[in-house]
């Protein structure tokens, strides 16, 4: 990812992060797939929490090598489970054992380099397996740019989940173009939140309806 691509993920980062941080006073975490930062395991920089921090990033930070999607998903949300899994053991109670819920939003331009769907349905099976609220962890993809290739491995990625079957939880949102009408479709924020509080408002209505079908089974 680079030129304009670039310039509108770090356009949409400034925006969101002041808001997610009156929302959260953690701020948000931010990952690239190929640079690391070396003061967490999972090599993300933390607490990011005003536009300025997300322009020191991105003025540091030179994108450059491949696209190992699921690897890098692996790596963030691997640590995140096994702590969830402790803390279920620790209280005995899924849906309120002390760990937020997470929202992964995964940028692109290109086409994984590596395999995101076993990646996804191995976090979605652990999930099920703790019982964890349907809200617990997703995952929002978006694609920047024009790059058709990008808008359609996004795709075979939303029908290869979705043909999962096996009850499954679904995790996974994705949005695309491909720009063959030209029409200019700019990632923001405001797209980007919207997409999130979407999915969010999705998962907890299924936990809703879970609930209900809980209380009047016989």
Known sequence: MAGRSWR????????????????????????FLNA????????????????????????????????????????????????YERQIQRTGNPDDCGVKPVNMIVITDGVPTDDPESVIVSIARKLDK????????GIQFFQVGRERGAAEALRDLDDGLAQQGGGVRDLVDTVTWDGRDGSANVLSAEAI????????????????????GDRLAP
């Not at 509108?8 to 990952?31: M, S």
């Not at 930070?61 to 949300?77: A, D, E, F, K």
């Open 130 to 137: 703790l019982e964890a609220p349907p809200h617990q962890v």
């Open 8 to 31: 509108e993920v770090k356009e949409a980062l400034r925006a969101i992060a002041p808001i997610c941080t009156a929302h959260d006073e953690n701020g948000i975490d931010v990952y």
């Open 193 to 212: 939140l919207k997409v999130v509080l979407g999915a969010v408002v999705k998962r907890l209505d299924r936990r809703r309806v879970g609930l209900t």
């Open 36 to 83: 690391r930062s070396g003061n967490n395991p999972e090599g993300g920089y933390r607490n990011i929490k005003s536009a300025d921090q997300v322009e020191f990033l991105f003025t540091n930070v030179r994108p450059s090598g491949g696209t190992p999607t699921g690897t890098r998903i692996n790596h963030i949300l691997k640590p995140y489970l096994r702590h």
